[in-house]
């Protein structure tokens, strides 16, 4: 299937990038500049910004509560943004529609990014705001049941390093892991997947770009051998929490997300693929708008139901 003719449009009139060294500062101003106002955002019940204290410091978070009941299930979100870029406000959008949707009580978690924050700094921050959740299950209005993870892009690296950690560590109160398009091997050798190949230009996400994007990180002293950096390499999948793994057709990183989840299913994992037709990297973030591609919240929330 070709791309969306809306995303082939948008990609067809967006600006070309400036050339020259990627500067963090200005890419994130650009960002924050597009976020709509408060008034012009998707309604939810009750938003509130609190700073989580946890073991790995003050943590901000953003908390979205969809309706008025007792208690909620907690998804706990983390952004993308190739470990540089994303924040809060950014994906503001994502978390909404994520309470809106599941109807679970949404966390969204502002971690350190890099380059200023060397690794593990923000995956730290966002193990550890799992950790606090569940910690804080009454002042939280925790329903004592579900406890979901879920990101995009770098967001969904960290959903599967944090379920790793919490694994070993026995840490079991994980129910759900949610990767949206993840990126879990940061080996950008284009012979390892095929789609870093068939995907490698025009579809908005490039595979040129996957190494100076991710640049930031890696030159932190993320190593992309450690299984806790690129997750696909860790070697014993077993007792992970039940996964579902969203893919997108014109995504260079679409092959080791879907490669991923078929490891997940060969350990035993309850694991769920889903790979979104004419969409590229990003979609959830910048295209579910669109009716064919908006549905991702709803599998989202049938996935937590069922399982």
Not at 76 to 102: I, K, P
Not at 162 to 184: K, N, W
Request: net charge negative; proline share 7%; with cysteine.
């Amino acid at each position: 299937m070709t791309l969306h003719p809306t995303i082939a449009e948008v990609l067809r009139n967006a600006p070309a990038p400036p050339g020259g060294p990627l500067d963090p500062v200005a890419m994130r101003a650009g960002e924050e500049a597009d976020v709509p106002p408060v008034d012009r955002r998707t309604p939810v019940h009750a938003v509130a910004d609190e700073i989580a204290r946890t073991a790995a410091g003050e943590v901000p978070v953003r908390i979205y509560t969809p309706d008025e009941a007792d208690a909620h299930g907690l998804l706990v979100y983390f952004h993308g943004g190739a470990f540089f870029l994303g924040s809060l406000e950014t994906h503001d959008h994502v978390a909404r529609s994520l309470a809106n949707e599941t109807g679970l009580k949404v966390i969204s978690v502002g971690y350190r990014r890099a380059p200023e924050d060397a690794y593990p700094a923000g995956l730290q921050d966002c193990y550890a705001v799992v950790r606090w959740a569940a910690d804080r299950g009454a002042a939280l209005a925790w329903d004592g049941a579900t406890l979901a993870i879920a990101g995009d892009s770098s967001g969904g690296n960290f959903v599967a390093a944090v379920a790793a950690m919490a694994c070993d560590e026995g840490f079991d109160r994980i129910t759900h892991q949610i990767l949206y398009y993840p990126s879990l091997d940061l080996d950008f050798d284009v012979d390892r997947y095929a789609s870093l190949r068939d995907n490698a230009e025009g579809y908005g996400l490039e595979t040129a770009g996957l190494k100076p994007f991710n640049a930031f990180y890696l030159d932190s002293g993320a190593d992309p051998a450690d299984p806790l950096v690129s997750p696909i390499k860790r070697a014993d999948l077993a007792g992970l929490p039940p996964a579902l793994v969203i893919t997108a057709e014109h995504d260079p990183m679409r092959d080791e997300g879907e490669l991923y989840g078929r490891r997940l299913a060969e350990a035993g994992v309850a694991a769920t693929v889903s790979r979104y037709q004419g969409a590229g990297h990003g979609f959830v973030q910048n295209f579910s708008w669109i009716p064919e591609f908006h549905r991702v919240y709803a599998e989202t929330r049938d996935f937590l139901r069922s399982r």
